[in-house]
């Protein structure tokens, strides 16, 4: 592997972020709504697309067969389905159905005689014509190697070229793609290649399987004279399957990152687990547009940068295994998928100093407004620039991921995300942030509601003011906040610190801020000369200050019900409230340890010398007076 350069990774960036852009700017009419009522009276099991494709016509014809299971008795059925393309007939039983084409992009199938619930029936419906290029769908285009037809249907254009069930609550347990072509073009889809059939009159059918379940915007097909390159990854290895235009295949650079693909494939079966199509295949199919989509199986891509095809890989995990249950929790998707590229990143492609300017770079990105939510407020799903907002769905929901991972550590965290890969009520299935919340509090015992209350639901992030004075051989700080946003009161995060020692020592501390104007005092065996905060950008935060403060006056702060008295105090130091038998420590003026224990009702200080003391338990710090 030849090592990133910052200045090529930086271009990288940019052009991620122009990536994310033309991303939003495809998906030209999001319907305003993450479930249609018109299907929720059955379950789509299975879809077979018979269709005709000819690149070098801007033209589609056959029939999608659809078995479904009614949950209630049903005189009739909606599919969503563009009126755009025109429908000529749907058969019943080898009985013709009456059907409406509505406005609405529905299709209204009316049957002769009720359905009962809770039994598979199927129907077939035929249709033609030329789809709409203005509207997400099934594109027609051209290359410097020749004519291409792929779709792009994230998050409503599946509609546009198929009849199906688009709402964020039923996927397609099985996939069959059957695709006409002339025998001069190679058709890449999602699943299996079961067969490829050279038929009369200069054709051939392409045939595609897949027995994972499926939403309707990842079936995919790319049409075109491809170039295929059959290989296997992984450990044991699966199919490995690249539908690449002739000029890519002669270029190395992008043939060089195909094959790389097999070593982040490896890294993120480490951290994510194993690969969750693993009895199919994965690999790329190429297209024309900027970016990439993450098409279960087979990821369409225009370029092959290796931070691209990091992010897509990412998501056959985070979006496709487990896809978002509303768009409202799209970061499920575009978050994961952005810090699959902050692992890949760490773990492969850059240097220390590297990924911790890009940390920089991101961080400065994000807090570059003051608000924002990660979540997409109820009533925005309409909005493709909101929804697919590269700064809060993309960037923010990543950082999300990170700080959760700072929270917890590296081996808690993976643990963690693997885990919810593979809970039985998400596998294959939707997940929306409660879900993940939930998954977080079995895998880790840690509720972690307050924190996407703050992170996810909740708009902007904190400032800090650090300040800090050695007392001897502790250290004491207090830390106040401000918040950018009224939205949240206050972020409870642990605060990174690194002491830097005058002698070159260096100690990593954990400051657990759950209130403002905290206090800390922690024991440091050096003299510091310094103190840095978020050293390895693991928070959000922007203009926060660090400074010592020879004034600084450790005041009796404290978040629980426990007090002291009295003070100042001769002999007995009492305790009132519930210390629970915390431990504590009393430190002198000058920072030294003179006792430690557990928290009791009453602690004997007769023998402590006259001065000022403070006595540390977990949460709090107080100041007394020795009489």
Known sequence: MIPVSFFSQHNEEAEMKSLIESEAGRYSKIAGYNVNPNTLNYDLRYQRLELNVDPDQVFISGKVTSHFIPNENISDIYFDFTNGLTVSEVKYHNTNLSFSQLSSKEIKINFSSALPANVLDSLSISYSGVPDQWEDGLYFM??????????????????????????????????????????????????????????????????????????????????????????????????????????????????????????????YEEYYGPYP????????????????????????????????????????????????????????????????????????????????????????????????SVYVPDGSEGDKNRVFNGRLSYSKGAYVLRMLKWILGDDAFYQAIREYVNRPNLVYNYAVTSDFNASLLQSTGKNFTEFFNDWVYGQGYPEYTIKWKQLGNHIAFKVDQAQSHSSVSFFEMPLPIKLNGTNGETEYQRLENTYNGQYFVNPVNFTVSSVE?????????????????PALSVENIEKSSVKIYPNPVKDMLHISGNPAEKDFEIINSEGRSLMKGNMRTEINVAKLPKGIYLLKTENSVFKFIKE
């Not at 225009?302 to 768009?327: P, V």
């Open 277 to 372: 199509y693993r009895n199919e295949k994965y690999g790329h199919m190429e297209m024309t547009f900027g970016g990439g989509m993450e098409h279960a199986t087979m990821t369409t891509l225009s370029g092959f940068s290796r931070n691209l095809i990091a992010h897509e890989l990412t998501h056959q995990w985070f979006g496709d295994k487990i896809t978002c249950g509303k768009w409202n929790d799209i970061w499920l998707n575009e978050g994961f998928a952005t810090f699959g590229d902050h692992l890949a990143r760490e773990k492969l492609l850059s240097s220390y100093t590297n990924f911790m300017n890009f940390l920089a770079n991101e961080k400065e990105y994000i807090t570059s407004l003051p608000g924002g």
């Open 533 to 549: 905060f978020n050293y390895e950008y693991q928070i959000l935060e922007r203009n926060s200050t660090v400074a010592l403060d």
């Open 142 to 267: 051209n290359t410097s190697d020749g004519k291409v037809a792929f779709s792009l249907t994230e998050p409503y254009g599946a509609r546009e070229w198929f009849p199906t069930k688009q709402s964020m609550n039923d996927k397609i347990e099985k996939l069959e793609l059957k695709i006409t072509t002339p025998s001069q073009y190679s058709t890449a889809g999602n699943g299996l290649l079961i067969s490829e059939t050279e038929l009369p009159g200069n054709k051939k059918l392409a045939f595609w399987q897949t027995n994972y379940p499926i939403p309707a915007y990842l079936v995919a097909i790319g049409v075109s004279n491809y170039v295929k390159m059959n290989d296997t990854m992984g450990n044991p290895p699966f199919a490995f399957v690249n539908y690449i235009f002739p000029s890519s295949a002669a270029n190395s650079s992008i043939t060089n990152n195909i094959e790389w693909t097999k070593t982040v494939m490896d890294l």
